[in-house]
């Protein structure tokens, strides 16, 4: 399979999928659209898989790294800013202290993720693709 044809596919795809997920969303069917997105993600791998051509170098490797790093932390500051406003608001209405803590725990739950992804990698060295 060539680069172009892999591309045409990803793009169908991700059409089909994102017509899917709003028909199911209308319909207020939550089940299927991860379904639907488990199943895309398996055949876009599979279909990954048969290219013959070169999809990514190691310079793209890095600079999605460094992006990833760099959206991390400027996700993790301003989302910890927020909270504290939302906090700030939340004496007078005990939803925004909601969302606070949401917030909160997202930035939470996501520096764990990566400190615990950060570690797998290092200790095993897995290349990441």
Not at 9 to 25: C, E, K, N, P
Not at 53 to 60: F, G, K, P, Q, S
Not at 98 to 123: P, T
Request: charged share 15%; proline share 2%; hydrophobic share 60%.
């Amino acid at each position: 399979m060539t680069l172009k044809q892999y591309t045409t596919f990803r793009i169908i795809i991700a059409v089909l999928l994102a017509a899917f997920i709003a028909s199911s969303v209308v319909r207020h069917d939550y089940f299927w659209p991860v379904v639907a997105m488990v199943l895309a993600m398996l055949i876009l791998f599979v279909l990954r898989s048969r290219v013959k051509e070169v999809l990514a170098d190691e310079r793209d490797y890095a600079l999605g790294g460094k992006a990833a790093r760099w959206a991390m932390q400027i996700f993790s500051l301003v989302a910890v800013i927020v909270m504290f406003i939302f906090l700030n608001l939340g004496e007078s209405d005990p939803q925004q202290t909601v969302v606070a803590h949401v917030l909160a725990y997202s930035v939470c739950a996501l520096m764990l993720l990566y400190s615990a992804l950060f570690g797998i990698f290092r200790r095993f060295s897995i290349p990441v693709r």
